[in-house]
């Protein structure tokens, strides 16, 4: 039934044999680097690709500040924190979503509140986020207290899904009305644009991870980019166990956590972010062949919202309803291409199954619908 998506993903990747929905490439100075860390023993938490890294994240983002981490999970616990999340605040996030944030959000034994997306993003959509905080909560002393539960709202994390920008200028826009710290998960959006900005930019702090199927990867990284000086220190303290800069003694000012990114991940990092250009280049040929095929069967293509340049992370079809969706997954990953489902709401995980929720119409029809097409950098 679906031989014709199959035939031109086989052709765009010139092979039949097992495609992969996001696999990296190395094809710059990664060899070179991770040998340099060999061979000077420099392999661990200490060495100058970290800062390296740190220093052309910062540039490539624009931001004044970048602080490296070992995931992209560890620099969104670092970041609720830095917002002040403790035990019983709430956070918002969005349902469609993946379930680092809401881990996170655990981690702080905080509890998360789910809010729908735009069927246009895919990310936090601006108009519920806004429609819940004025049914359901009030602002006492510059806090936002939930009606329902009397606990403080302390956090937002909205997300670009696939690279996509969600309404961020709008999000912050409320969030700031509402006295509410916004951290924008970026993890998927390095190389994302929103009018004229990068993504995770708009937050006080931003979090991008460089996991192995993301669009470059450190074979495990994330990082934390703010242009707030005192939030960048905090965030560089809090992730190398809190310890006080000195000649030799061991002090440490508080809890800590060892969440510095190894030199050796910041070594492929660094090769990998010398390729971003072409990465993001490539992916975007590649969005423009998909987005003409499919233009001309009846599947829908999910382009990149309006004022957005995406990163095209992960490729998205749309189809008329989940029986077909099944149908596609099932014939894709028996013949060797792989395709995946968009996330099971966070709502309906056994953990977060009694978080309280807004109306989450969108977020119910994407989640049957949606299904990712591979789109590693083809060379
Ligand atoms: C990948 C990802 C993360 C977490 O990153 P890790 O580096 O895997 O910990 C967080 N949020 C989103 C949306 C992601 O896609």
């Known amino acids: 039934m679906f031989k014709n998506v199959i035939n031109l993903i086989q052709e765009t990747y010139k092979t ?18 991770l040998n340099d860390c060999i061979d000077t023993t420099f392999v661990s938490s200490v060495g100058n690709y970290v800062d390296k890294a740190e220093e052309k994240l910062a540039k490539y983002t624009g931001t004044k500040y970048a602080v490296a981490t070992t995931n992209g999970t560890s620099a969104l616990h670092i970041s609720l924190i830095l917002g002040g999340v403790e035990q019983n605040n709430e956070v918002i996030t969005q349902s469609l979503n993946f379930v680092a944030s809401c881990n996170a959000i655990s981690y702080c034994n905080a509890k998360p509140i789910f809010i729908d997306v735009d069927k246009e993003t895919m990310g936090l959509s601006p ?39 969600c309404r961020i200028d709008k999000i912050k826009e409320i969030c700031k009305q509402h006295y509410i710290f916004l951290i924008e998960d970026a993890a998927e959006s390095l190389g994302s644009i929103y009018k004229d900005k990068h993504t995770g930019t708009f937050g006080k702090l931003g979090v991008i991870s460089f996991n192995g199927n993301k669009t470059i990867t450190a074979g495990g990284g994330g990082c934390i980019i703010t242009d707030d000086k005192f939030l960048a220190k905090r965030a560089k303290h809090l992730t190398t166990t809190a310890k006080v800069p000195h000649k ?121 619908r949606v299904v990712n097409i591979p789109s590693s950098v083809r060379l």
Not at 18 to 25: D, F, R
Not at 151 to 162: F, T
Request: glycine fraction near 2%.
């Open 127 to 165: 108009s519920a986020l806004k429609l819940f905080l004025e049914n359901n909560t009030t602002i006492i002393n510059k806090q936002c207290i939930n009606n329902k539960t009397n606990k403080v709202i302390k956090a937002c994390v909205p997300m670009h899904s696939y690279g996509h920008p």
């Open 248 to 368: 030799w003694d061991f002090n440490h000012d508080m809890i800590g956590y060892n969440y510095r990114m190894p030199n050796l991940n910041a070594a492929l990092l660094l090769a990998q972010l010398e390729k971003i250009n072409d990465f993001i280049d490539n992916k975007r040929d590649l969005a423009n062949i998909y987005e003409t095929f499919f233009s001309s069967i009846d599947i829908k293509f999910f382009k990149e919202p309006k004022d957005s340049k995406s990163n095209y992370w992960l490729n998205s079809i749309i189809f008329k309803n989940k029986q077909q969706r099944d149908q596609f997954l099932e014939e894709t990953n028996s013949n060797k291409v792989m395709t995946r489902p968009i996330w099971t709401l966070m709502n309906k995980l056994p953990m977060f199954k009694d978080a309280e929720c807004g109306e989450l119409t969108n977020s119910e029809w994407l989640g049957e």
């Open 16 to 33: 039949k044999n097992h495609i992969p929905l996001h696999e990296p490439q190395f094809i710059g100075n990664e060899k070179k680097y």
